[in-house]
């Protein structure tokens, strides 16, 4: 059977493109493959889910500009039902070197120009306005109050999912076995059930084990599965349900989950981990997140964990940015992939500016090349100062 368009990956990325791509070119047949209905280990359902203005390139703040004002106007732009209950409480990023101050005006001028509201404060502001944490060793904070904060990771996946069913995209519940393709072009794929799936275009957006897939086609990425461990914690005398999501200087980031936190860190001995390794590390929060949450507020002193969940970066060792756009060597497969850690924040953008390529050859909507996944081969790297 041929098709126009075979995304491989049913997470958030690829249900995004399947929206976009029948939503820009109604009547456009699309097949959607992924192999779990339930997205059980799928990032996008262990995912934090939030998203934040604060990054230091520009190409990152304009996705998540587009992305915030999607999410905020999802009922209509989709017809979804739900609510995703965005919380816009911002992040807060707490600087503690010397050079924080220079460095936190620096990128929130080049924030502001592309419409974030990011503020640098200095220490008495931080101590003036949440008086719960320590501030002493804080040289200076940036913070988004308007358009960062959290919202509901599934409900999105299942907007998309269900306009884009609306729109004539059949899903498949199969896995990709391997491609077909000749003279630099793939003509299909093969799936486990022993079927075939032929199509003009293909979009690989299976997270993790999209490395492997390219791998056979010869085609090498730095992306590995990077396991995190996310502790929901109990903490009577630190109960404060407006705060930010704080990512602190000293590795830790947190911020309120009803009566309760989320906190996370990344483990100091950090590399890739087995595709099917979801057991939470437990001693981390007593080695390594516990201490740095009672060092920056005193309410953590009593804190108990709840509860404790792992979920999987598609980690790229090359610059830790998204890989988008067609795969070197072939005419017709698009990558979106190496999202380490933010791709539910760039879905909308991302899937929207994958369709637009898809349909017209060229970025539109945004301008991705800075993330094409050709730079891994010219050497061209898109720094972030605060990877998160």
Known sequence: MAVDVVIVGGGVMGASCAYWLTRLSPGL??????????????????SVASIRQQF?????????????????????????????????????????????????????????????????????????????????DISAASFGPRDEGWFDNMGLLRGFLEAARRQGVRVVHDRVTGFLNAGGSVTGVTLADGGRMDAGAFILAAGTATAGMLADLGVEIPVE????????????????PDAPLVIDAAGV???????????????????????????????????????????????????????AWVGHYDFNRFDQNALVGLVPGFCNLRLLNGFSGHGLQQSPALGRGTAEHVLTGRWQSLDLSDLEVSRLWSGRRVIERAVV
């Open 253 to 307: 980031y947190f911020r309120p989950e009803g009566r309760a936190w989320i906190a996370a860190t990344v483990p100091d001995v950090d590399g890739p981990c087995a595709p099917d390794d979801f057991e939470p590390d437990h001693a981390q929060f007593e080695e390594l997140v516990w201490p740095r949450l009672w060092g920056r507020a005193p309410g953590f002193e009593a804190a108990k964990v709840l509860r």
């Open 29 to 46: 047949s699309v097949v959607l493959i992924e192999p779990d209905p339930t997205h059980a280990r799928a990032a996008t359902a262990l």
């Open 225 to 240: 599965p990077r396991k995190r461990t996310v502790f929901v914690v109990d903490a009577p005398a630190a109960r404060h």
């Open 56 to 136: 230091t390139s520009a190409v990152n703040v304009q996705i998540s500009r587009f992305g915030v004002g999607f999410i905020r106007d999802f009922a209509a732009q989709t017809g979804f039902s739900g609510d995703l209950g965005l919380r816009e409480q911002g992040y807060l990023f707490l600087g503690t070197r010397a050079e924080a101050p220079a460095i936190m005006a620096e990128v929130a001028a080049m924030q502001h120009a592309e419409g974030a509201a990011t503020e640098v404060l200095g220490r008495a502001e931080v101590a003036r306005r949440w008086p719960w944490m320590r501030s002493d």
